[in-house]
């Protein structure tokens, strides 16, 4: 079975830094451009970010809001797909989902900013 | 960026009778590959989004029968045509031809 499965949530202050995860699982991850959604509470869904496989040079596109201050990689031999974000905002407290285009979500991780 | 609207935002449907969502883009989902990028998610209350249509037409493995999709270039529309109590949520089309990805706002269902 194919699966997702985000990590590394959690209350953060503003300003500061948090890693999130994404475990891939049940596809070779390696051949697949992975990508980052958030829903921040009672709202619609926000694209923040994609990564291309490596076949593709492995590069990174990012919404507006987030440009600057967020950043994805992938580690393909552990099948992971990283968000790091800096520079947290209130604004950012949201549901995350890792989301491998079009039909595979995880069930997402909960950043909350707030001092 | 592409723009996708929605219409209506909200709906409340009789069981058993039809509805019908209405997505927009601000420019054609065509890609010169002859495939048209438009894709239905369905997010039930509590759980992550679920792909019902892709590439405009195409219903998703899982996705029941009495989902659809149609449209073209920039006028997209899904039809459910008899509409069940597990249906309710929200539906968001989202543009997969150009980065950034971009979603509509969504249409909530509900059951009267």
């Known amino acids: 079975e194919m699966q997702l499965v985000e990590s590394g949530g959690g209350l953060v202050q503003p300003g500061r830094s948090l890693r999130l995860s994404c475990t891939a699982s049940?596809?070779?991850?390696?051949?697949?451009?992975m990508s980052w959604v958030r829903q921040a509470p009672g709202k619609g869904l926000e694209w923040v970010g994609f990564i291309k496989s490596e076949a593709y040079g492995g590069t990174t596109e990012y919404a507006a809001s987030v440009k600057g201050r967020f950043s994805i990689s992938r580690d393909d031999s552990k099948s992971i797909v990283y968000l790091q974000m800096s520079s947290l905002k209130i604004d950012d407290t949201a549901l995350y989902y890792c989301h491998r285009e079009p039909s595979i979500w995880g069930l997402g991780t909960m950043v909350t900013v707030s001092s | 960026d592409i723009v996708m609207t929605q219409t209506p935002l909200s709906l409340s449907v009789t069981p058993g009778q039809p509805a019908s969502i209405s997505c927009k883009s601000s420019q054609s989902l065509l890609h010169s590959d002859g495939k048209t990028y438009l894709y239905w998610y369905l997010q039930k209350p509590g759980q992550s989004p679920q792909l019902l249509i892709y590439?405009?037409?195409r219903r998703f493995s899982g996705a029941p029968d009495r989902f659809s999709g149609s449209g073209s270039e920039t006028d997209f529309t899904l039809e459910i045509s008899r509409v069940e109590a597990e249906d309710v949520g929200f539906y968001y089309c989202?543009?997969?031809?150009?980065?950034?990805?971009?979603f509509g706002p969504g249409t909530r269902v509900d059951i009267k």
């Open positions: 049940g596809f070779t991850f390696g051949d697949f451009a």
């Open positions: 590439e405009v037409s």
């Open positions: 989202m543009q997969g031809i150009r980065l950034p990805r971009t």
